[in-house]
């Protein structure tokens, strides 16, 4: 059986060679690499602009992105009838194709958030390591505990006022620097996209752009909603009476700081919404305005085939209502999680357009296709490109943060600033 026959429905004039080969797993692709960009451009509000009142949301939003960057290349990895051969993107990048490129693009911003993240939390590693190595009974985890602070200190014990200051400088060196880096890594994505001249629908040079703006927008959303159920989950805890490390004075002093720095986020999130939507509909109008020889197949689909999907899931449900829920006086958490939670699923259904609407015409244009997403898998292909595959994707930067924290502690962290 052909690649995409499984999910592909015909209609009309289809050449019988013509599937929808790119599945929900390069859905999930774009989607993942812009949540990870956007995260880390969210930390870097603090680290190179200096906006305090993201200090909390910063450290939050620089380890999530280090979690979401080992999400970012399983969808191309599931997706791949080779798997195996995903290893050739990292062990021989090169920029004669924009998908090797990724090597290059992925394993510099890797490098820059890894040692972002060294220099944020390396006193901390420093007062671990001595801390474990002063008691005289460790238990087994402590003594794992021990080898792992100590290897991550690399040598330096140096925690002084003076080797302090360089830290904040390397990071805001690397902060900036990651920026452009953060925007190339998923821009590239886009342009993979809008450089394929045989589409009409994805050649176009907004589209990197396009990309790397809702991918910010993604990518706050989701650190603001991880945020939110840590911190509930904090409060949770703080109200069990057999736990003497909290106090009620301590839960409400925990969901002060949590709605103060949801508000604040809130804005930035705005901001960046209305160049995404401004962007997306920008192109939508000089399509039409243009209305070059591929128009004709191209607005029945946008405003025929995928009217549902692109005007009232997309524009309507994932920018319009997220829009005004932002826009609105007096924000409380409530509203901000559906907010949040809208924002992403518009981001996500505007990947599915580009990538599934893209492929939803006939290069005779004169027929159609039509994607059916695999719900109940009965095989291996309809696990891993079905709604199984998407799910254990988008899960699995969670459960890694989850691991995360236990060596990079989100609160609580000390600073020298």
């Known amino acids: 059986m052909v690649h995409g026959e499984i999910w592909t429905l015909k209609e009309l004039f289809v050449t019988p060679n013509e599937y929808i080969y790119w599945s929900v797993q390069i859905v999930m692709y774009p989607f993942m690499t812009g949540l990870v960009a956007g995260a880390f451009v969210l930390s870097s509000l603090y680290h190179v602009f200096g906006i305090k009142e993201l200090k909390d949301m910063a450290r939050f ?8 960057l080992f999400a970012a290349p399983v969808p191309i990895i599931l997706h791949l009838q080779y798997p195996l051969r995903g290893i050739n993107v990292m062990m021989t990048p090169h920029f004669t194709s924009a998908i090797a490129a990724f090597g290059i693009v992925f394993s510099t911003y890797g490098a820059i958030v890894a040692s972002e993240l060294w220099f944020l939390y390396r006193r901390h590693f420093v007062e671990q390591s001595k801390m474990l190595k002063s008691r005289q009974d460790r238990t087994l985890g402590e003594s794992l505990l021990y080898l792992i602070f100590t290897a991550l200190t690399l ?9 302090l200051r360089k830290d904040e400088k390397a990071i805001k060196a690397l902060a900036a620097i990651g920026i452009p880096v953060a925007c190339f ?8 996209f809008g450089s394929v001249k045989a589409n009409a629908l994805w050649m176009t040079p907004l589209m990197p752009v396009i990309f790397i703006m809702s991918a910010v927008v993604s ?16 409060k949770f805890l703080a109200c069990r009476k057999h736990s003497p490390a909290y106090s009620p004075e301590c839960r409400e002093e925990i969901k002060s700081v949590e709605v103060k720095v949801i508000k604040m986020t809130s804005k930035y999130l705005l901001f960046f919404l ?7 509909l920008l192109d939508l109008i000089f399509r039409g305005y243009t209305a ?6 191209l607005r029945s689909v946008i405003y025929g085939k995928d009217f549902t999907s692109i005007f009232l899931l997309q524009y309507g449900l994932g920018n319009l209502i997220p829009f005004i829920i932002f826009l609105m006086p007096g924000l409380t958490l409530r509203r901000a999680v559906v907010g949040v939670i809208l924002v992403m699923f518009g981001v996500f259904m505007m990947r599915w357009n580009v990538v599934i609407g893209g492929q939803a015409f006939s290069l005779t244009f004169a027929g159609y296709m039509h994607y059916h997403l695999p719900i109940v898998p009965h095989d291996w292909e309809t696990l891993k490109e079905g709604l199984v595959g998407a799910v254990g994707v988008f899960v699995m930067p969670f459960v890694l943060f989850y691991f995360l924290t236990k060596i990079f502690p989100i609160f609580g962290l000390k ?3």
């Open 219 to 234: 990518g706050i959303a989701l650190c603001m909603l991880t945020y939110v159920v840590t911190m509930e989950i904090r």
């Open 415 to 417: 600073e020298s600033h």
């Open 274 to 280: 209305i160049f995404a939507i401004s962007l997306e």
């Open 185 to 192: 890594l998923h821009g590239y994505a886009g342009f993979i």
């Open 61 to 68: 939003a620089l380890v999530f992105s280090f979690a979401l």
């Open 155 to 163: 040598g330096a014990y140096d925690i002084s006022e003076k080797a």
């Open 292 to 297: 070059t020889k591929s128009w004709d197949v």
